[in-house]
């Protein structure tokens, strides 16, 4: 029984930061096929235009990133990902090398709640799999208020069953991964018309969370 719940704990700390380990590899892996479809679906539903400034939270391997460079097809269009773990960082950026290079996109190894960013610069965010991980909903959810331009629009992409089922046997925090704290922190953080709905993107239904930067 002790050890399965180190091995939980182990499993829910490389979830959340993957290492440049056999675990942390493994966890990217299943990033690569789990996180595909959410991280298309919020893509798509932030409502992205090509002259947009659009920043993804929580980046991993970079698919969601990669997928949304595609959008931006004006000059000025540009995306920015953070992620909290070097493993993760060094994999984007090995992934989006040329779009880097180019400067279309621009990573950061950061946490959420401290980004290198200058306040209202930010039209779109995008984000799966990401909120239940940060130590204070709150204090991320300011910081991304305030790099986001008024009445720039959050997509947040779940599927709440499986991660109801996770958060059941201890892998990520309890109480940060249920969509109701996450969305009073971000009311509390200044987003108005926060709400979530069930979308159907390819063969599956995810969960998507909405805000709105306030004017």
């Known amino acids: 029984m002790e050890y399965t719940l180190m091995w939980l704990e182990k499993v829910g700390k490389q979830l959340g930061q993957p290492t440049q380990s056999l675990a942390g590899w493994l ?4 990033l690569k096929v789990h996180n595909r479809i959410l991280e298309e679906s919020a893509v798509q539903l932030c409502g992205i235009q090509p002259a947009d400034t659009v920043l993804e939270l929580g980046h991993g391997p970079g698919l969601g990133l990669q997928s949304a460079a595609k959008l931006l097809t004006e ?24 779009l880097v290079a180019s400067g279309k996109v621009t990573l950061h190894h950061c946490d959420v709640a401290a980004m290198p960013l200058a306040d209202s610069i930010v039209d779109r965010v995008f984000h799966c799999n990401c909120y239940y991980f940060w130590p204070d909903l709150k204090n991320g959810a300011t910081e991304i208020h305030r790099v986001m331009k008024p ?5 947040t992409t779940l599927r709440l069953p499986s991660v109801a089922a996770i958060a059941a046997k201890g892998v990520i925090p309890d109480g940060n991964w249920r969509p109701e704290s996450y969305m009073t922190a971000l009311r509390d953080s ?4 926060v709400r979530m709905e069930d979308r159907r993107h390819k063969h599956l239904t995810v969960q998507a969370i ?3 930067a306030s004017k």
Do not use: C, N, W
């Open 210 to 212: 909405y805000a709105t």
């Open 27 to 30: 966890i990217s892996k299943f």
């Open 151 to 155: 009445g720039g629009v959050m997509v």
């Open 75 to 98: 000059p000025t269009g540009h995306l920015i990902g953070v992620d909290y773990s070097a493993y993760m960082h060094q994999m984007a950026s090995e992934r989006l090398k040329d």
């Open 190 to 193: 200044g987003f108005t018309d």
